[in-house]
């Protein structure tokens, strides 16, 4: 018998395949991240990467101690929580996309946008060492699928009579927070190229926060929709 069946945990590696799959799935937790490090800089993308992994532990120990049927059986409650990640996601998604049409198709020229940031003063550390974390953790944790997608999930994988339920429930979530701290990694990596290369061309970066902006918004919409039909339906 193997490590992971005694502990009560079946067919991990299928767990792990599954794992990467979801992870990789675009959504606004990876996109933050993305997009942060591409404004901000790496140490502010690994700061928005530690509030997403934060957020999702608190879901999945949610989860597993009953919150996924207490939304089940509470569909207007799910529909309120999902409506406010819906407000909170567009209020991002508009930030962006009037910092690009503020900064990056204003009249001011490419080479005016360069020398006001060259002279801009440096942002307070103290407000970019928190917003980025506090922003990724609240986005996270208004998300209500997730918790009912942590533990659906999860107990696929989890033997109904294991001798130690909760630790194999969180060793599924350690391995599930392993693979998404490696994606983030990837994507805070390929967001801060993105930056060097964007800081030389500030019609392109408009263009990307615009982009990122709409993203957001669509997934705002997505979660309004949602809200309506699960109380409608």
Request: hydrophobic share 55%; glycine share 8%.
């Amino acid at each position: 018998m193997s490590l992971w069946h005694a502990l009560g945990i079946h067919d991990y590696g299928a767990f792990v395949l599954g794992t990467v799959l979801v992870v990789l799935l675009p959504g606004p937790n990876s996109l933050y991240a993305f997009v942060t490090a591409s404004r901000q800089g790496p140490a502010a993308g690994f700061r928005a990467a530690l509030g997403i992994l934060t957020g999702d532990a608190i879901l999945m120990s949610a989860a597993v101690l009953g919150a996924a049927s207490l939304l089940r059986y509470l569909p207007t409650l799910f529909a309120v929580l999902q409506l406010t990640g819906a407000v909170y996601l567009a209020w991002l998604g508009g930030k962006l996309v009037w910092e690009a049409v503020r900064h990056g198709w204003g009249k001011q020229t490419a080479t005016a946008n360069e020398d006001d940031r060259a002279a801009a003063p440096e942002p307070e550390p103290r407000r970019v060492a928190i917003h980025p974390f506090r922003r990724a953790l609240v986005i996270s944790l208004l998300n209500p699928k997730a918790i009912l997608f942590f533990f659906s999930f999860f107990v696929l994988f989890v033997d109904a009579d294991a001798p130690h339920p909760y630790l194999a429930f969180a060793l599924l979530g350690l391995t599930l927070q392993v693979i998404s701290a490696t994606y983030l990694t990837i994507l805070i990596l390929a967001g801060a190229r993105l930056r060097r290369w964007s800081q030389a061309r500030p019609r392109a970066h408009a263009w990307g926060l615009a982009a990122t902006g709409s993203a957001f918004l669509l997934f705002s919409a997505k979660l309004v929709r949602d809200a309506f039909a699960r109380v409608g339906g």
